[in-house]
């Protein structure tokens, strides 16, 4: 599979709660007959910001719920969706607050010296 593209989801339940998650869709695969995704997360504003702040690969398994799905298996780095919707990441800052700073190579570090 190729990569989704940038990509919204405003309803995605984490732990019981809603949450709205943009960026990617990376690998897909089954497991017990249910349809699941690896999703890179390049912003949110909920609490899972602190959580993959703190992780180097900013990623979540995320559920592609149908319509019988009850949403209530959790996990740290478990999310769940029935929707999802192509999107430009720009049109918010929040969409992009998960996305790694590149530091200028041209930049000197003054109190190096």
Excluded at 30 to 42: D, E, M
Excluded at 43 to 71: E, I, N, P
Excluded at 87 to 109: F, G, I, K, Y
Aim: hydrophobic residues 45%; contains cysteine; aromatic residues 6%.
């Amino acid at each position: 599979m190729r990569r989704s593209g940038p990509i919204v989801m405003d309803e995605v339940i984490y732990y019981a709660k809603k949450v709205a998650l943009a960026g990617e869709i990376t690998e897909v695969w089954t497991q017990g007959g249910q349809l699941f995704a690896n999703f890179i997360v390049s912003g949110t504003q909920d609490d899972l910001l602190r959580t993959l702040s703190g992780k180097a690969q900013r990623a979540v398994s995320l559920h592609l719920c149908d319509a019988d799905c009850g949403q209530v298996r959790t996990g740290e780095l478990l999310v769940h969706s029935k929707t999802f919707m192509a999107a430009d990441l720009q049109r918010a800052p929040w969409m992009t607050n998960l996305r790694a700073v590149v530091e200028d190579a041209a930049e000197v570090d003054e109190l190096a010296s």
